[in-house]
């Protein structure tokens, strides 16, 4: 693959940013080297890609997935994996072929393949316990449950969020986070009024006033899920809603900023106003601030394609709810548990007041929302409620990811290995002008994506850098997203770099 | 196969030590959890390493004999040995700490995993997707319906027009159309979003929150007992079958599925008969619309058969049928391949079900195969009912409208007022039994399916000593 001659090229970069020493992006003390942490989880991590197919998916993968297809959809599969010979941030799959992860099962998995740490977890007897006596949590929780949360979920709440309710996923994270809303919502125009004979007996015909007629904005391209409340605030893709019925509830511009943002400034500023003028307006004109119970943002839009905005933004989007008292829920399934450089990527922004919610799930295995008012846990008990109201086998899991994490500083080390991921790129993609552009996510981990001239060749980009050994993924309609897991280091950021220039190359041609 | 040879040492019979349940411990453990999240909830906090079999322990020291099971979600019993072998598999392992997005990434033991739960499906049914709970099962059974009703107008596998690809943006037709779910009254289908339009159990499952205009039929009212009263009970059938065929022929919204439970659980333990069951099934083909048939409580062994719904032996097998609790998995069974979208991402999301809970499921329909749990289960059911028959012949006032013969350890009963039910499941706690409630005044009771003959001779002991100091 003419790896060891791109290898040099990178690191010749790496010398001449870092004077031959490691510098310390974050002006944090002295810690072991960037990849040391890979090396003591997986000492015998590959040390490169092996590709042994001559395409991807390979003969096995190709029949493995149509026998699969037969009873289950395999319509979006790319290869069939061996999870049992998957290591670190490498993949194998069913061929044989060993690919360095950057997408690590669409930016769900933490701490790579394998982990041991994660394994001894696994095979404790409370994870046992777990597994095989889950209990209905809201009834009968645990003697430990209250114990795993606080050294876990708990531990790991953004400042200022003491409270935490637990689900399954992101979309029903998102979900019970909307219902917590429009339940504190409703609550508050009632005030002391009870609920009245009309609205018990509307609510069974799913009519108003019962029914409550209140909406969630959400932004242009925001992505939170594809159930039927979190897909009618999802306006990322025409296939993620088609034939779906969708509640009629309003969305705002999102800003497209233009990159480099250096360059950008003052159109960049007028982009965010404008788009926070607009919000204002539907706010106030279009909808009625009463009847808007929440909005609903990511702190970066990642199906969408990965557009940020600044922390002026999104603190006026806090003054504007705060002014409205509208809730603000910040929807962090992709963007938590480190991956940005901060543990939350909200913390970014430095708010003035806490978010109301904050939702997460992915990386963390565990889902639900955090939240700092105790109101928004309903007054009367039941309302937020289902048969298992979270998973203690995940919160477990999500404990030990948040330990290790702590343990091992990733997400300091991910702040490192993101920023030198994006000099190098920077440097590289000068040199493909009109390939790749709007190369997005500098200080922001290694959650870092960039723009191909059209979808197909954004398609084939992927499609070469698997063929090469690396597994990237697409998202919004041009780009690529960099989702690799906590513990990728240096060396796997050198590979993974040499491999995109390699594929940058032919394409260019 | 009896409890005894999973549970050695299975408690002979409840134990209670704390004076009031839930006791001081479970009391202290209730309020700490409350400063966190919501416990308000809590009946007891539970011992989960001490609890065995059919008995649940709790931090007080108290043994209750489960008869409640985690709301009809534990299948084989506290601490079931083979599910313990599972747990600790080096399958189960790479399970948890490799989840992956079953969708992009499927692993090379992903179709024996999934086969573990077709070798479960109900008859007619060949094909799954799985999601992670009942109401997320539903809604996804729900995608696959619209996605399905919109497909056969369009043409299957053709593509989508400008407009529907504009519109579906922002909320509005024609691609996001106006479609329905038409469910029943008393009906309980989960509480997410469109889960949630389709329940009608109670307003404090629906109040505050948006819902779907989507229709609701009513759902038989049997007098019982039902022999005495069949005349007036098919009476009651057809007329509900002509309001569910007036809503399919004249709705404002067109309904592209009809989703319904074998017996309402959450509402009452309601039962309706094969005929109206297959009179449904009828109009469901009629209206060119999709008969989903939710299994989330009724499913897995409980009612005596693996899927209540094979009481009923329906012709055709329903379109889809959706299962939770019991099996650990959730999702849905299929058999027809149109209602699997051609085209890719489109019944997709990051995790697509959980392969841990899926090898669990695997291995609970093992067990129940090998040890003939769902015979076991009826027959222990039939013995249960009839002791309750006798009971309630003699506690009339608090064991009314016995209901669930013939459906296995699917029992459940009324009594006076709500009051009165939640005073008799309160004291029976007392007594060492825990027991749950639907609906506003009955009770259910929702054992696992190792639950036996011995177990319903404490049970009805227990019953009975309590009654007779009312």
Known sequence: MGMSSKRGYIQGKVIANCVGKRVFLNGGVARRPYSSVAEEYFPDEPSKPVVTSSQIPGPSSIKLTKELGRSFDSNASYFISDYFNSKGNYISDADGNKLLDVYAQIASIPLGYNNPALIETARSDVMVNALVNRPALACFPSIDYGKILSEGILAAAPKGMGHVWTALSGSCANETAFKAAFIYQNAKRRGSLDVSAEELASCMDNKPPGSSDMVILSFDKGFHGRLFGSLSATRSKPIHKLDMPAFPWPRAPFPQLKYPLKDHVKENHEEEERCLAELENIITKKVAPNKIAAIIVEPVQSEGGDNHASSFFFQSLRDITLKHEILLIVDEVQTGVGASGKFWAHEHWNLSTPPDMVTFSKKFQAAGFYFSDPKLQPKEPYRQFNTWCGDPSKALLARSIYQEITKNDLVTKTAEVGSYIYENLEAMFSKYEGHVQNLRGKNYGTFIAWDHSSPAERDQFISLCRSKGLNIGGCGSAAVRLRPCLVFGKKHADIMLSIIEDVLKTLRG | ?470
């Open chain 2, 1 to 470: 196969m009896s409890s005894g040879n999973y549970f050695t040492n299975e408690p002979k019979e409840p134990v209670v030590k704390s004076e009031t349940v839930p006791g001081p411990q479970s009391s202290a453990g209730i309020k700490a959890l409350g400063q966190v999240t919501d416990s308000r909830p809590v009946y007891f906090i539970a011992d989960y390493e001490k609890s065995v079999g059919n008995y649940i322990a709790d931090v007080d020291g108290n043994v209750y004999l489960d008869v409640y099971a985690q709301i009809a979600s534990n299948p084989l019993g506290y601490n079931n040995p083979a599910l313990i072998e599972t747990a600790k598999s080096d399958k189960m392992i790479r399970a948890i700490v490799d989840r992956p997005a079953l969708g992009n990434f499927p692993g090379a033991d992903t179709a024996e995993i999934i086969q573990g739960l077709l070798d479960m499906a109900p008859k007619g049914q060949d094909k799954v997707w799985s999601g992670l709970s009942g109401a997320d099962a539903n809604e996804l059974a729900f995608k696959a319906a619209f996605m399905w009703y919109q497909g056969k107008k369009r043409g299957f596998t053709k593509g989508f027009n400008e407009e529907e690809l504009k519109s579906v943006m922002s909320n509005s037709a024609p691609g996001s159309p106006e479609l329905a779910i038409l469910s029943f009254e008393r009906a309980f289908h989960g509480r997410l979003f469109a889960s949630g339009s389709a329940t009608r159990s109670k307003p404090i499952h629906k109040l505050d929150l948006p819902a779907f205009k989507w229709p609701k039929a009513e759902f038989p009212s049997y007098k019982y007992p039902l022999d005495k009263y069949e005349a007036e009970n098919k009476k009651e059938d057809e007329r509900c079958l002509a309001i569910v065929d007036d809503i399919l022929k004249s709705w404002s919204i067109p309904v592209a599925g009809v989703l319904i439970e074998p017996i309402q659980s959450e509402g009452g333990d309601n039962h309706a008969s094969k005929e109206f069951f297959q009179g449904l099934r009828d109009l469901t083909l009629k209206h060119g619309t999709l008969m989903i048939v939710d299994e989330v409580q009724t499913g897995v062994g409980a009612t005596g058969k693996m899927w209540c719904h094979e009481h009923f032996d329906l012709s055709p097998a329903p379109d889809i049928v959706t299962f939770s609790k019991k099996f650990q998995s959730a999702g849905y069974f299929f058999h027809d391949p149109e209602i699997m979208p051609a085209q890719a991402y489109r019944q997709f999301n990051t995790w697509c079900g959980d392969p841990a809970r899926m090898i669990l499921a695997g291995a609970i329909g093992k067990e129940i195969a090998k040890n003939n749990l769902v015979q076991r289960t009826k027959e222990v059911g039939q013995y249960m009912y009839s002791k309750l028959e006798a009971l309630s012949s003699k506690y009339p006032k608090y064991i009314k409208n016995l209901r669930g013969k013939d459906r296995g350890t699917f029992i459940a009963w009324s009594l006076e007022s709500g009051e009165a039910r939640d005073k008799f499941l309160k004291d029976l706690k007392t007594k060492g039994v825990n027991m749950g409630g639907c609906a506003e005044s009955s009770v259910r009771l929702r054992p696992t399916l190792v639950f036996e003959e011995k177990h319903v001779d404490i049970l009805i002991q227990k019953i009975d000593q309590l009654l007779a100091s009312y």
